[in-house]
């Protein structure tokens, strides 16, 4: 049985498409919504459980307009992402922050958090699935409809370029669906590599090759090699607690460096585990129980790993590895080339992971705060563009003539005799982007060695046969968006010629103040990249915000004002 | 990954169907649901924090498969307990949570714990 054609399918007329499930798709939909569109939201997963947050949790940096609070957050990563951020994108992002992420406090009948000095004066309060739970039910009740396990698989584009819509199938309808819309917003979150870091498996890079099937361009894709430390058995990438841990290796001689000042050094553990088995406790300034009882209560999701396999992670050692998070915390995306999160291409607008978020973070992780905060305020800015985008086509919206731009992993309407196992394909991409030997150890022999074999992937996974289940025919589609993404990060990894941000090179250490511009980077067959500049000189740190919100409190003292900052980060 | 549907747990009402963000579940008309694509299970343990009567395990375990057994993770509380840590489930709310973080915080400000253990750890 294979997969039902158009005419047996859904389809559907909107003014605007929003792509993906996670708080940016959500904050998009409802913008949009707000600005007068009629709005139709497309998940791969279920909306309310799908991504990198209903599994997790992070907080949004709601911050008052003041200066000297905002700076604290705008200058908290500036130089370690490289001086590629963009001081009044923050500030943007933080005045639609401030406006609207409160509102899910409001709409879950919760107490909104009680701010001191611009911060919410306590933290761990919403987790992930309860915040995402909130989201789908208030996208729900103004109307808008949902439409869940149904992955997007290629845009529609107009006679003059611009995107008119997306097409994809429901895998559990075992249909087709296709939506015609003025504007698109892809807020599918970005792409982890399916390494099953905690809620990312749904995060597949689809958003990344639909956009630049489409015509538009990524930017930042160099700075996708973001590691998170996990215990070694489980999913749970939670990062925050690793501040209070203690690295040892096999020998239980401590690793120098791994952790300090709240900092983690993930390239020293990356190199502890190339020579040997770690293992870690959080047994630094966490021996008052009631600490622990917060620690517990803050992150079920972190302690979960271990309840059920009967471990305590203060007292006992645990083996942990790294595991990818790609661009989820890394910053590369679809490019952001106007003020209202349009794309390159009309009619297509980014949002969320799938954006690149160089504009808030530059080359440094967006992990643990920065992300959520951008998710919230891409997410509206996005929705609130794509209505008036929409809006300004009129009635010829919905008449235009549009063709499908979809085409690696897709089986093409004439029928392919040729196919491939997606499976092993995923293996084979894994075996290049996993290994943090190749990804944070980056060489122009090892990328090269690994683009020669990603670009024999890539010719493989152009042609399918009509696949018999919706599940292997999404498998093939994202097998193919994961060697896209696999392909854009390395070729831009390989023009970075320096380090900087997250991209380590070996052979070029050292950062070089004549690279600072972003890298976009696009084509399909044909990789290429183009300096793009990052807009006036880099702004001084401001001399009174030493105090960085990022900086960890020293925990041995308590400092609980800190640690809720840290924990509503986390 | 999920490795228990409790079969004498099990209502059919299929919430795991519909929320499990990687489709590993099918749904079976009448019966439990059954676990389709277990290799697809990212261990998320949303699945656990939906299920309404407590019938799923997802073991933490994310790359193999394990083998468990109902009546043991009964016993040791483990079946629900991470719905029950997120404060869902008939009884408890979020709202404790947050009330019990406030209360623990609260207790720290006031009375600061000072560690027995006069040198650092290492």
Redo the contacts between chains.
Sequence with gaps: MSIKNNDSGLDLTADVLVIGGGPAACWAALAAQRNGAKVIIVD???L????AL??STAGSRVIPPVKELRDKVKFERYALGGHLAQLEWWEKILDQTYEHAPKIYEWGG?EPPAFKEGRPA??????G??IMKIMRKQVKKVGIEIL??SPAQELLVDDRGAVAGARGIQ??ENRRWTVRAGAVVLASGGCAWLS?A?????NTGDALLMAVEAGAELSGMEFSAHYAPA?K????TKNAYYRYA?FVDKDGQ?IGGASHNGHRSTSTIAKALLNGPVFCRL??GT??P??R??L???Q??F???????GINPFTDWWEITLVLEGTVRGTGGIRIATEDCGTTVPGLYAAGDAATRELVCGGFTGGAGPNMTWATGSGNIAGAGAATYARSLGDKAATRNVRAVGGAGLAPATSSSTTFDANQVVKEVQEEILPFGKNIFRTEAGLLESLGKLGQLWEKVQTTSALETP?KAQRAREAAALVAAARWSYFAGLERKESRGMHKRLDFPKLDPNQRHYLAVGGLDKLWTREVPVPGEIVPEPTNSSTSVYASPDV?K?D?TKL?VQAVAS | MIELVSQSRCISCNIC???????VFD?APGEAPTIA?QS?C?????CE??CPVDALFV?????RHVEVNEQELIEKG?LG??RR????GKGYS??D??S???E??A???AN??F???TSP??
């Excluded at chain 1, 309310?48 to 991504?51: A, D, E, K, N």
């Excluded at chain 1, 905690?198 to 749904?202: D, I, R, S, V």
């Design positions: 791969k997963g279920h309310g459980s799908s991504g209903a599994a919760y306590y933290g761990g309060g919403l987790q699935p309860e869940d396990h895998r559990q099953k905690l809620g990312c498996n749904t215990v058995h489980a999913s749970v203690s401590l047994d630094q021996e008052d009631r600490f009882e917060i517990r209560i803050q079920p999701n302690m979960a790993a271990f309840d059920k396999v599940q041995a308590l609980t809720q | 169907v519909d929320v499990c963000p990687t489709n749904l694509r697809d990212q261990t998320c343990f949303l924090a939906y073991a933490a375990e994310a790359h483990l307990a991470y840590n997120l404060g869902w979020p709202k949570r947050i019990r973080l406030r623990l915080r207790d720290i400000d600061p714990y560690s027995p253990i750890a290492h």
